[in-house]
């Protein structure tokens, strides 16, 4: 008889720890300080950021000549060819280093960027053409730190608002036009 009741105790005792662990405590929901009750549930449609990777397009173009771009991208507008490279996947570090084994190779880029996944990456790509990967990833790397360093001036925003309001304390200088 005892032991069928220390049979029922032990069964109770772990349906209670199971039902209790079922119940959900109001402790373990964190939608953080940054995001309301209502942030699941808007009707606003999502936007991609794609000013960065614009920028960097721009960024790296600036960083390599012209007449390399138009030779490598076998295009007018090397910007956007850049553009939609980064928009396809392609890192930039990645693009920076295609960039530089086209120029080596006289490939064109476009076909080096559809050899890209089947060669299994960057070091198959440049092993197909008998170049030195590592060389090129070196280059590439201070190719688009250099880049990098351009984004800023490339990056579209605002003024400050008291840039709006500048006040000048003195006037300009009168020209010889302003005196006749």
């Known amino acids: 008889?005892?032991?069928k009741a220390l049979i029922r105790m032990r069964s109770f005792i772990v349906f209670w720890l199971l039902a209790a662990a079922c119940l959900p405590a109001a402790s373990q929901v964190f939608l953080g300080a940054e995001v309301g009750p209502?942030?699941?549930s808007r009707t606003d449609s999502a936007k991609i950021d794609t000013q960065g990777e614009d920028a960097f397009a721009w960024a790296l173009?600036?960083?390599v000549s012209s007449s390399t771009l138009s030779a490598v991208f076998q295009s007018t507008n090397p910007e956007q060819e850049i553009f939609r490279y980064l928009r396809g996947g392609i890192y930039r570090q990645e693009l920076a280093a295609v960039l530089l084994l086209s120029?080596?190779?006289s490939v064109p880029f476009k076909k080096l960027a559809e050899e890209l996944p089947k060669a299994g990456g960057f070091g198959g790509l440049a092993k197909k053409h008998d170049s030195d990967?590592?060389?090129?990833?070196?280059?590439?790397?201070?190719?688009?730190?250099?880049?990098?360093l351009r984004l800023p001036l490339f990056l579209l925003s605002?003024?400050?608002?008291?840039?709006?309001?500048?006040?000048?304390?003195?006037?300009?200088?009168?020209t010889t036009y302003e005196k006749k």
Do not use: C, H, N, Y
């Open 38 to 40: 209502d942030a699941f």
């Open 103 to 105: 120029e080596k190779t």
């Open 1 to 3: 008889m005892a032991s």
């Open 133 to 148: 990967a590592m060389a090129i990833f070196s280059e590439a790397g201070a190719l688009k730190a250099a880049a990098d």
């Open 158 to 174: 605002s003024p400050p608002p008291e840039a709006a309001e500048v006040q000048v304390s003195t006037r300009a200088a009168v």
């Open 61 to 63: 173009s600036s960083e």
